[in-house]
């Protein structure tokens, strides 16, 4: 079983739409949690940061981190077609050597006009 | 300037060849960091340097050979790779301490292995 599961989609939503990903996680030491976006032949871009449990909101953008369920959620809202990429959760505990962070595999989103 | 540069942007090498990726970036971040990614994978961590020295090697085969020549510069040696090297190298570039996270990615270089 893979540390940190990210369903592979792809999640076709049509422009406007609320944009919902997750991410489960095994491990109970991780403690920041961060979203990153990429496209086709591009390196990821961070998206979101947060640290332990709460909600985080930027913009049309809100991270959720449920640490007692070891259950992450990034929702994008009123979607545009430039929302279509591969979008990677990832984390790490408090002391990670290097600070490596452990990814899930990628959700591709499609949001179509 | 928050970019981080990678050359080349397309590298097709044979078997036998010895090439290097570049990378560089003038964001003043002292941790820089190779990936290698698979298609429709996540990147892989392959070596970390924080303040010019090696701190983390993922046990990676020694076909590969980092170097990190000043605070701005990031190149990774290649020698008598196997087609299954073939793949999109990430480099990355942080602060260190509680910035850490915040991984600033170039674009790659995609590497074809014949």
């Known amino acids: 079983q893979k540390e940190v599961e990210q369903d592979p989609g792809p999640l076709s939503v049509p422009e406007g739409a609320i944009v919902s990903l997750n991410c489960t996680y095994s491990?109970?030491?991780?403690?920041?949690f961060m979203w990153y976006r990429q496209y086709s032949r591009k390196g990821p871009e961070l998206l979101m940061y947060?640290?332990?449990?709460g909600n985080k909101e930027d913009g049309r953008f809100t991270a959720q981190v449920d640490k007692s369920s070891k259950y992450i959620s990034l929702f994008i809202r009123d979607s545009q077609p430039s929302d279509s990429a591969t979008y990677l959760c990832?984390?790490?505990?408090?002391?990670?050597?290097?600070?490596?962070?452990?990814f899930g595999g990628g959700t591709r989103v499609l949001v179509k006009p | 300037d928050t970019e981080v540069t990678q050359t080349p942007k397309h590298l097709v090498m044979g078997m036998t060849n010895k090439k290097s990726l570049k990378c560089e970036q003038h964001?003043?971040?002292?941790?820089m960091y190779w990936y290698k990614q698979k298609a429709k994978k996540p990147p892989e961590l392959m070596f970390v340097?924080?303040?010019?020295?090696?701190?983390i090697n993922e046990s990676v085969p020694s076909r590969f050979s980092p170097e990190c020549p000043n605070s701005s510069l990031l190149n990774l040696h290649l020698h008598a790779l196997q087609p299954e090297d073939s793949a999109l190298y990430l480099c990355?570039?942080?602060?260190?301490?509680?910035?850490?996270?915040?991984?600033?990615f170039g674009p790659g270089t995609r590497l074809t292995v014949t």
């Open positions: 990355a570039s942080s602060q260190v301490g509680t910035k850490a996270d915040e991984q600033y």
């Open positions: 491990n109970s030491a991780f403690q920041y």
């Open positions: 947060t640290y332990s449990s």
């Open positions: 990832a984390m790490r505990p408090e002391k990670a050597a290097g600070n490596k962070l452990t």
């Open positions: 964001m003043g971040h002292r941790a």
């Open positions: 340097y924080s303040y010019e020295k090696l701190s």
